[in-house]
């Protein structure tokens, strides 16, 4: 099965390539096989959260391990297209990784949130409190300014 979808991906892979399209239909391609490959779970729960580490860690070394392959190809035949396909794959390296920790940080957050009881917070609910709660009340720091000129 493992092998079968790694030709799968990597077939997918190639045809995404060959179609010549953008950056972003690159991303979005690659976006969709990591979380056909990694994910799984309960967003947010500690099991997926150690789940998907171990995933997108074998993920991230079997694809580290087949692009080393096709560079040490390109290389050992003095391929024309070797630089083109080392700055591809310095490119799905990084957003791969962006990606896995991008996840693992919002993991992070959620676990967070419901610890602390805040399962329902947003970052819109966040810029809502901002500038309405905490800008109209003075901190203590404003109070122990009010009491030093008070003293004097």
């Known amino acids: 099965e493992g092998?079968?979808?790694?030709?799968?991906?990597?077939?997918?892979?190639?045809?995404?390539?060959?179609?010549e399209g953008t950056v972003d239909s690159l991303t979005d391609r690659i976006t969709k096989v990591l979380a056909d490959c990694v994910s799984g779970g309960t967003p947010?729960?500690?099991?997926?959260?150690?789940?998907?580490?171990?995933?997108?860690?074998?993920?991230?070394?079997?694809?580290?391990f087949?692009?080393?392959?096709?560079?040490?190809?390109?290389?050992?035949?003095?391929?024309a297209s070797f630089s083109s396909f080392h700055i591809l794959r310095l490119l799905l390296d990084e957003f791969l990784i962006y990606t896995v920790e991008r996840?693992?940080?919002s993991d992070y957050a959620a676990r967070l949130r419901s610890n602390i009881g805040l399962e329902d917070y947003s970052v819109a609910s966040a810029k809502n409190i901002a500038s309405s709660e905490l800008v109209d009340q003075p901190g203590p720091h404003a109070q122990g300014a009010e009491a030093a000129d008070a003293g004097r």
């Open 44 to 64: 947010g729960s500690p099991a997926d959260a150690r789940e998907f580490q171990r995933r997108a860690k074998h993920f991230l070394m079997k694809f580290n």
């Open 66 to 79: 087949v692009t080393t392959l096709v560079i040490r190809d390109l290389t050992i035949k003095s391929a």
């Open 103 to 105: 996840r693992k940080a």
């Open 3 to 19: 092998a079968a979808r790694c030709r799968t991906v990597a077939e997918d892979l190639v045809a995404t390539l060959s179609a």
